[in-house]
């Protein structure tokens, strides 16, 4: 120090030296708040992602349980008559019927 002073020089020293270790920390200490803060975002991240995840489970789960339930509903009479009308096997029976009529007018004069 330039100037005297009425404290003893090794408190000064030792202040001083505390002051320059503290400044030396600094860097480090923050880096570690900046790892920690990064670490615990990180965490959070996953933890939505398994949230989410679950919860588009849940609605996949959700939504072939209607398709059963609204396949369970049907009535079996209905259900053959409109697959019947749908695949049109019943054109073949027609057919046949419109041919034996033909044949039976065509040989009585």
Known sequence: M?????????????V???????LGEAPAMALGTVYQAMAH??????ENSVSAAQQQNTLSQ????????????LDTTATAGASEKIG???????????????RATSQNP
């Open 62 to 73: 959700a939504a072939a349980n209607q398709g059963v339930m609204q396949i369970y509903s």
């Open 16 to 22: 001083t030296q505390s002051n320059v270790k503290v």
């Open 88 to 102: 049109q096997t019943g054109i073949a029976d027609n057919l046949t019927g419109l041919l034996t009529a033909l």
């Open 41 to 46: 975002s990180t965490g959070i991240l996953f």
């Open 2 to 14: 330039t100037y005297p002073t009425y404290v003893n020089n090794q408190i000064t020293d030792a």
